[in-house]
Protein backbone atom coordinates (compact mmCIF):
# COMPACT_ATOMS: atom_id res chain seq x y z
CA UNK A 1 0.00 0.00 0.00
CA UNK A 2 1.16 3.73 -1.26
CA UNK A 3 0.50 5.67 2.11
CA UNK A 4 1.09 8.98 0.08
CA UNK A 5 -1.66 8.06 -2.29
CA UNK A 6 -3.78 7.92 0.99
CA UNK A 7 -2.45 10.95 2.67
CA UNK A 8 -3.13 12.81 -0.62
CA UNK A 9 -6.59 11.80 -0.82
CA UNK A 10 -7.04 12.84 2.82
CA UNK A 11 -6.04 16.08 2.20
CA UNK A 12 -8.74 16.92 -0.15
CA UNK A 13 -11.12 16.09 2.69
CA UNK A 14 -12.33 19.68 3.89
CA UNK A 15 -15.58 20.22 6.02
CA UNK A 16 -16.75 23.59 4.68
CA UNK A 17 -16.16 24.71 8.61
CA UNK A 18 -12.92 23.44 8.55
CA UNK A 19 -9.95 26.31 7.40
CA UNK A 20 -7.62 23.41 7.00
CA UNK A 21 -7.08 19.93 5.82
CA UNK A 22 -6.58 17.21 7.95
CA UNK A 23 -3.16 16.39 6.83
CA UNK A 24 -2.25 19.39 6.44
CA UNK A 25 -3.54 20.55 9.87
CA UNK A 26 -1.39 17.49 11.37
CA UNK A 27 -4.75 15.69 12.39
CA UNK A 28 -3.82 12.37 11.24
CA UNK A 29 -1.22 10.30 13.11
CA UNK A 30 -1.25 7.13 11.52
CA UNK A 31 -2.64 4.91 8.59
CA UNK A 32 -1.95 1.59 8.60
CA UNK A 33 -2.94 -1.57 6.79
CA UNK A 34 -4.09 -4.44 8.95
CA UNK A 35 -4.76 -7.37 7.17
CA UNK A 36 -7.38 -6.21 5.00
CA UNK A 37 -8.50 -3.38 6.76
CA UNK A 38 -6.86 0.03 6.68
CA UNK A 39 -7.28 1.56 10.05
CA UNK A 40 -6.00 5.70 9.59
CA UNK A 41 -6.14 7.57 13.43
CA UNK A 42 -6.84 11.42 13.76
CA UNK A 43 -6.04 13.25 16.72
CA UNK A 44 -8.84 16.61 16.89
CA UNK A 45 -7.92 19.81 18.57
CA UNK A 46 -11.32 20.22 18.84
CA UNK A 47 -14.75 18.35 19.92
CA UNK A 48 -16.14 16.84 16.78
CA UNK A 49 -16.68 13.18 16.54
CA UNK A 50 -19.29 13.44 14.26
CA UNK A 51 -16.94 14.30 11.40
CA UNK A 52 -16.52 10.43 11.16
CA UNK A 53 -19.84 9.95 9.17
CA UNK A 54 -18.40 12.16 6.37
CA UNK A 55 -14.97 10.74 6.63
CA UNK A 56 -16.78 6.86 5.66
CA UNK A 57 -17.55 8.69 2.65
CA UNK A 58 -14.02 8.50 1.44
CA UNK A 59 -14.15 4.15 2.90
CA UNK A 60 -14.62 3.08 -1.33
CA UNK A 61 -12.26 5.13 -3.00
CA UNK A 62 -9.40 4.74 0.11
CA UNK A 63 -10.15 0.71 -0.28
CA UNK A 64 -9.54 0.84 -4.04
CA UNK A 65 -6.18 2.29 -3.30
CA UNK A 66 -4.97 0.44 -0.61
CA UNK A 67 -6.60 -2.96 -1.66
CA UNK A 68 -8.15 -3.03 1.81
CA UNK A 69 -11.73 -4.93 2.11
CA UNK A 70 -12.65 -2.00 4.69
CA UNK A 71 -11.63 0.71 6.59
CA UNK A 72 -11.81 1.79 10.33
CA UNK A 73 -11.49 6.16 11.67
CA UNK A 74 -9.94 5.86 15.07
CA UNK A 75 -11.27 9.29 16.08
CA UNK A 76 -9.55 10.64 19.40
CA UNK A 77 -10.56 14.55 20.65
CA UNK A 78 -7.75 16.23 22.75
CA UNK A 79 -8.90 19.93 23.01
CA UNK A 80 -6.30 22.83 22.65
CA UNK A 81 -6.09 25.52 24.83
CA UNK A 82 -6.66 28.50 22.90
CA UNK A 83 -5.13 31.81 23.92
CA UNK A 84 -7.52 34.23 25.29
CA UNK A 85 -7.65 38.15 24.24
CA UNK A 86 -8.04 40.08 27.60
CA UNK A 87 -5.08 39.02 30.14
CA UNK A 88 -6.80 37.58 33.23
CA UNK A 89 -6.14 34.51 34.75
CA UNK A 90 -7.38 31.51 33.33
CA UNK A 91 -9.76 28.74 35.53
CA UNK A 92 -7.95 25.64 37.01
CA UNK A 93 -8.37 23.15 34.79
CA UNK A 94 -10.88 24.83 32.24
CA UNK A 95 -9.28 25.29 28.66
CA UNK A 96 -11.78 27.09 26.96
CA UNK A 97 -14.27 29.40 28.17
CA UNK A 98 -17.26 30.39 25.64
CA UNK A 99 -20.04 32.90 26.57
CA UNK A 100 -23.35 32.75 25.10
CA UNK A 101 -25.32 35.98 25.50
CA UNK A 102 -28.24 37.71 23.78
CA UNK A 103 -29.12 41.18 23.33
CA UNK A 104 -32.72 40.78 24.68
CA UNK A 105 -33.86 38.64 27.26
CA UNK A 106 -36.36 35.77 26.17
CA UNK A 107 -34.74 34.55 22.90
CA UNK A 108 -33.61 30.74 23.84
CA UNK A 109 -29.87 31.92 25.21
CA UNK A 110 -30.03 29.29 28.28
CA UNK A 111 -32.01 27.06 25.98
CA UNK A 112 -29.18 27.33 23.37
CA UNK A 113 -26.58 27.24 25.92
CA UNK A 114 -27.30 24.02 27.52
CA UNK A 115 -27.78 22.30 24.57
CA UNK A 116 -24.84 23.66 22.94
CA UNK A 117 -23.37 22.37 26.29
CA UNK A 118 -25.13 18.63 26.06
CA UNK A 119 -23.47 18.52 21.99
CA UNK A 120 -19.96 19.75 22.83
CA UNK A 121 -20.64 16.56 25.33
CA UNK A 122 -21.66 14.42 22.62
CA UNK A 123 -18.84 15.85 20.36
CA UNK A 124 -16.36 14.11 22.75
CA UNK A 125 -15.68 16.78 24.97
CA UNK A 126 -15.31 17.50 28.98
CA UNK A 127 -18.02 20.64 29.49
CA UNK A 128 -19.06 22.08 32.38
CA UNK A 129 -21.90 24.84 32.29
CA UNK A 130 -21.66 28.32 34.37
CA UNK A 131 -24.79 30.09 34.99
CA UNK A 132 -24.09 33.61 34.77
CA UNK A 133 -27.90 35.10 34.71
CA UNK A 134 -27.43 36.37 38.08
CA UNK A 135 -30.98 37.93 37.59
CA UNK A 136 -33.11 34.87 36.23
CA UNK A 137 -31.10 31.64 36.99
CA UNK A 138 -32.80 28.85 34.76
CA UNK A 139 -29.85 26.11 34.39
CA UNK A 140 -31.12 24.23 37.75
CA UNK A 141 -34.24 24.03 36.01
CA UNK A 142 -33.41 23.01 32.68
CA UNK A 143 -30.81 20.48 33.66
CA UNK A 144 -33.27 19.19 36.03
CA UNK A 145 -31.78 20.20 39.38
CA UNK A 146 -34.03 23.02 40.95
CA UNK A 147 -32.89 21.85 44.22
CA UNK A 148 -29.38 20.52 44.06
CA UNK A 149 -26.63 22.37 46.21
CA UNK A 150 -22.95 22.10 45.40
CA UNK A 151 -20.86 20.76 48.53
CA UNK A 152 -18.05 22.06 50.19
CA UNK A 153 -15.17 20.26 52.12
CA UNK A 154 -12.73 22.36 52.82
CA UNK A 155 -14.93 25.66 53.21
CA UNK A 156 -12.89 27.41 50.55
CA UNK A 157 -13.92 25.35 46.82
CA UNK A 158 -17.46 23.74 46.35
CA UNK A 159 -17.95 20.56 43.91
CA UNK A 160 -20.29 21.14 41.07
CA UNK A 161 -23.52 19.44 40.68
CA UNK A 162 -23.52 16.49 37.89
CA UNK A 163 -26.09 16.75 35.27
CA UNK A 164 -26.76 15.09 32.04
CA UNK A 165 -23.30 14.41 32.03
CA UNK A 166 -22.18 17.77 32.18
CA UNK A 167 -20.45 19.99 35.45
CA UNK A 168 -22.72 23.11 36.28
CA UNK A 169 -22.48 25.38 38.37
CA UNK A 170 -25.51 28.45 39.37
CA UNK A 171 -26.03 31.07 41.47
CA UNK A 172 -29.28 29.73 41.29
CA UNK A 173 -28.11 26.66 43.32
CA UNK A 174 -26.64 29.23 46.15
CA UNK A 175 -28.89 31.81 46.65
CA UNK A 176 -32.54 32.13 46.80
CA UNK A 177 -34.04 33.67 44.05
CA UNK A 178 -35.60 37.15 45.06
CA UNK A 179 -32.27 37.67 46.72
CA UNK A 180 -29.85 37.81 43.51
CA UNK A 181 -32.47 40.15 41.80
CA UNK A 182 -31.67 43.24 44.40
CA UNK A 183 -28.23 42.95 43.87
CA UNK A 184 -26.73 46.26 41.93
CA UNK A 185 -24.37 45.41 39.24
CA UNK A 186 -20.89 45.05 41.12
CA UNK A 187 -22.40 43.07 43.85
CA UNK A 188 -23.39 40.08 40.70
CA UNK A 189 -20.44 40.31 39.08
CA UNK A 190 -18.07 39.82 42.35
CA UNK A 191 -20.37 36.73 43.26
CA UNK A 192 -20.58 35.45 39.89
CA UNK A 193 -16.26 35.73 39.69
CA UNK A 194 -16.23 33.90 43.23
CA UNK A 195 -18.06 31.19 41.49
CA UNK A 196 -16.23 30.65 38.89
CA UNK A 197 -13.01 30.86 40.60
CA UNK A 198 -14.33 28.52 43.77
CA UNK A 199 -15.67 25.72 41.79
CA UNK A 200 -13.78 22.38 41.23
CA UNK A 201 -14.16 22.15 37.81
CA UNK A 202 -11.85 19.43 37.55
CA UNK A 203 -10.19 18.95 33.64
CA UNK A 204 -12.90 20.63 31.05
CA UNK A 205 -12.14 21.47 27.84
CA UNK A 206 -15.46 23.46 27.23
CA UNK A 207 -16.80 25.80 30.22
CA UNK A 208 -19.65 27.20 28.56
CA UNK A 209 -21.20 30.35 30.38
CA UNK A 210 -24.59 31.66 30.31
CA UNK A 211 -24.84 35.14 30.28
CA UNK A 212 -27.49 37.64 31.41
CA UNK A 213 -29.05 39.08 28.70
CA UNK A 214 -28.55 42.41 27.38
CA UNK A 215 -25.45 44.48 26.53
CA UNK A 216 -24.87 46.57 29.65
CA UNK A 217 -22.35 47.17 32.68
CA UNK A 218 -22.85 44.01 33.80
CA UNK A 219 -22.31 42.39 30.54
CA UNK A 220 -19.12 43.90 29.75
CA UNK A 221 -17.89 43.25 33.51
CA UNK A 222 -18.25 39.68 33.69
CA UNK A 223 -17.07 38.96 30.22
CA UNK A 224 -14.47 40.82 30.89
CA UNK A 225 -13.70 39.21 34.50
CA UNK A 226 -14.46 35.92 33.28
CA UNK A 227 -11.44 34.63 31.04
CA UNK A 228 -13.68 34.14 28.04
CA UNK A 229 -12.14 32.49 24.38
CA UNK A 230 -14.84 33.40 22.52
CA UNK A 231 -18.06 34.48 22.32
CA UNK A 232 -21.80 33.54 20.52
CA UNK A 233 -24.88 35.67 20.28
CA UNK A 234 -28.29 34.00 20.56
CA UNK A 235 -30.78 36.28 18.53
CA UNK A 236 -34.55 35.41 17.25
CA UNK A 237 -35.37 36.88 13.87
CA UNK A 238 -37.39 39.86 14.86
CA UNK A 239 -35.55 43.14 13.80
CA UNK A 240 -35.95 44.72 17.57
CA UNK A 241 -33.82 41.39 18.83
CA UNK A 242 -31.64 41.33 15.60
CA UNK A 243 -30.70 45.10 16.64
CA UNK A 244 -29.67 44.24 19.79
CA UNK A 245 -27.81 41.16 18.52
CA UNK A 246 -25.61 43.79 16.55
CA UNK A 247 -25.31 45.42 19.97
CA UNK A 248 -24.03 42.97 21.42
CA UNK A 249 -21.64 41.73 18.72
CA UNK A 250 -20.16 45.26 18.83
CA UNK A 251 -19.78 44.53 22.84
CA UNK A 252 -17.63 42.26 22.97
CA UNK A 253 -15.70 43.88 19.71
CA UNK A 254 -15.19 46.61 21.93
CA UNK A 255 -13.61 44.89 24.98
CA UNK A 256 -11.39 42.32 22.22
CA UNK A 257 -13.79 39.49 22.61
CA UNK A 258 -13.82 37.19 19.34
CA UNK A 259 -17.50 36.64 18.02
CA UNK A 260 -17.83 32.90 17.29
CA UNK A 261 -21.04 33.91 15.14
CA UNK A 262 -24.50 34.09 15.71
CA UNK A 263 -27.32 31.22 16.76
CA UNK A 264 -31.17 32.36 15.25
CA UNK A 265 -33.53 30.65 17.52
CA UNK A 266 -36.96 30.26 16.63
CA UNK A 267 -36.54 30.90 13.05
CA UNK A 268 -39.24 29.23 11.77
CA UNK A 269 -42.24 26.55 12.73
CA UNK A 270 -42.78 23.43 10.98
CA UNK A 271 -46.08 22.24 10.78
CA UNK A 272 -46.25 18.59 12.89
CA UNK A 273 -49.18 17.09 9.78
CA UNK A 274 -47.97 18.53 6.70
CA UNK A 275 -44.48 19.66 7.46
CA UNK A 276 -45.01 23.35 6.33
CA UNK A 277 -42.49 25.75 7.50
CA UNK A 278 -43.34 29.06 8.07
CA UNK A 279 -41.20 31.66 9.64
CA UNK A 280 -43.12 33.16 11.98
CA UNK A 281 -41.18 36.42 13.04
CA UNK A 282 -39.64 37.25 9.58
CA UNK A 283 -37.04 35.77 7.34
CA UNK A 284 -33.57 36.36 6.58
CA UNK A 285 -32.85 38.40 9.54
CA UNK A 286 -29.78 35.96 11.17
CA UNK A 287 -28.50 35.50 7.17
CA UNK A 288 -28.17 39.79 7.47
CA UNK A 289 -26.77 40.31 10.69
CA UNK A 290 -24.05 37.46 9.34
CA UNK A 291 -23.04 38.84 6.25
CA UNK A 292 -23.46 42.69 7.13
CA UNK A 293 -21.71 42.28 10.44
CA UNK A 294 -18.93 39.32 9.04
CA UNK A 295 -19.83 36.60 11.79
CA UNK A 296 -21.20 33.44 10.79
CA UNK A 297 -24.56 32.02 11.03
CA UNK A 298 -23.95 29.24 12.96
CA UNK A 299 -27.31 27.62 13.03
CA UNK A 300 -30.70 28.18 12.77
CA UNK A 301 -33.53 26.52 15.77
CA UNK A 302 -37.13 25.87 14.85
CA UNK A 303 -39.66 26.60 17.11
CA UNK A 304 -41.22 23.91 19.01
CA UNK A 305 -43.41 22.50 21.79
CA UNK A 306 -41.50 19.77 22.21
CA UNK A 307 -38.27 21.30 22.92
CA UNK A 308 -40.07 24.04 25.24
CA UNK A 309 -41.61 21.39 27.04
CA UNK A 310 -38.33 18.87 27.47
CA UNK A 311 -37.09 22.44 28.84
CA UNK A 312 -39.42 22.81 31.08
CA UNK A 313 -39.17 19.47 32.25
CA UNK A 314 -35.26 19.57 32.94
CA UNK A 315 -34.53 17.24 29.88
CA UNK A 316 -32.88 19.31 27.22
CA UNK A 317 -33.53 18.23 23.56
CA UNK A 318 -30.20 17.09 23.17
CA UNK A 319 -30.04 14.18 26.18
CA UNK A 320 -34.32 14.06 25.92
CA UNK A 321 -34.10 12.92 21.98
CA UNK A 322 -30.72 12.79 21.02
CA UNK A 323 -31.44 11.38 17.40
CA UNK A 324 -33.99 14.30 16.96
CA UNK A 325 -33.34 16.80 13.99
CA UNK A 326 -32.87 19.08 16.70
CA UNK A 327 -30.25 17.15 18.60
CA UNK A 328 -28.75 17.07 14.99
CA UNK A 329 -28.97 20.75 14.52
CA UNK A 330 -27.58 21.49 17.70
CA UNK A 331 -24.83 18.97 17.22
CA UNK A 332 -23.92 20.63 13.80
CA UNK A 333 -23.70 23.52 15.99
CA UNK A 334 -21.35 22.10 18.42
CA UNK A 335 -18.78 21.08 15.84
CA UNK A 336 -18.75 24.62 13.98
CA UNK A 337 -18.38 26.05 17.49
CA UNK A 338 -15.41 23.68 18.09
CA UNK A 339 -14.25 23.73 15.05
CA UNK A 340 -14.29 27.77 15.12
CA UNK A 341 -12.78 28.37 18.08
CA UNK A 342 -9.75 26.12 16.91
CA UNK A 343 -9.16 27.31 13.46
CA UNK A 344 -9.90 31.42 14.43
CA UNK A 345 -7.37 30.85 17.43
CA UNK A 346 -4.13 30.34 18.73
CA UNK A 347 -2.87 27.64 20.51
CA UNK A 348 -1.53 27.76 23.94
CA UNK A 349 0.50 24.97 26.07
CA UNK A 350 -2.45 23.61 28.59
CA UNK A 351 -0.42 22.54 30.92
CA UNK A 352 0.60 26.44 31.81
CA UNK A 353 -2.44 27.91 31.29
CA UNK A 354 -4.96 25.59 33.24
CA UNK A 355 -3.38 24.02 35.84
CA UNK A 356 -5.38 22.45 38.73
CA UNK A 357 -4.39 23.82 41.58
N1 LIG B 1 -36.76 27.12 19.85
C1 LIG B 1 -37.66 27.16 20.82
N2 LIG B 1 -38.90 26.67 20.65
C2 LIG B 1 -39.82 26.72 21.66
N3 LIG B 1 -39.59 27.24 22.87
C3 LIG B 1 -38.36 27.75 23.08
C4 LIG B 1 -37.33 27.74 22.09
N4 LIG B 1 -36.21 28.30 22.64
C5 LIG B 1 -36.54 28.65 23.89
N5 LIG B 1 -37.83 28.33 24.18
C6 LIG B 1 -38.54 28.55 25.42
O1 LIG B 1 -38.61 29.96 25.64
C7 LIG B 1 -38.47 30.26 27.02
C8 LIG B 1 -37.29 31.22 27.22
O2 LIG B 1 -36.09 30.53 26.89
P1 LIG B 1 -34.72 30.81 27.64
O3 LIG B 1 -34.93 30.82 29.12
O4 LIG B 1 -33.72 29.90 27.06
O5 LIG B 1 -34.47 32.29 27.13
P2 LIG B 1 -33.35 33.31 27.60
O6 LIG B 1 -33.01 34.11 26.40
O7 LIG B 1 -32.27 32.61 28.29
O8 LIG B 1 -34.14 34.19 28.61
P3 LIG B 1 -33.53 35.16 29.75
O9 LIG B 1 -32.13 35.43 29.40
O10 LIG B 1 -34.43 36.35 29.69
O11 LIG B 1 -33.63 34.37 31.03
C9 LIG B 1 -38.29 28.92 27.74
O12 LIG B 1 -39.54 28.50 28.24
C10 LIG B 1 -37.84 27.98 26.63
O13 LIG B 1 -38.20 26.64 26.87
Not at 26 to 32: L, S
Not at 281 to 287: D, I, L, S, Y
Request: glycine residues 10%; contains cysteine.
Amino acid sequence: MNNEQISARLAQFRPPHWAQDPVGAGFVRGIALERDELVISLVLPFAELAVEAALHGLDAELCALSGARSVRWQLRVDVATLARTNEIQGVAGVRNIIAVSSGKGGVGKSTTAVNLALALKRQGARVGILDADVYGPSIPLMLGVPDARPESDDGKTMSPIEAHGLKANSIGFLVAADDATIWRGPMASKALSQILRETRWGELDYLVVDLPPGTGDIQITIAQQVPTTAALVVTTPQNVALADAVKGINMFRKVNIPVLGVIENMSYHQCGACGHREALFGEGGGVRVSTEHQVPLLGQLPLDANLCRQMDRGTPTVAADPDGHIARAYLDIAARVAAGLYFTGKTIPTSLYTRLV
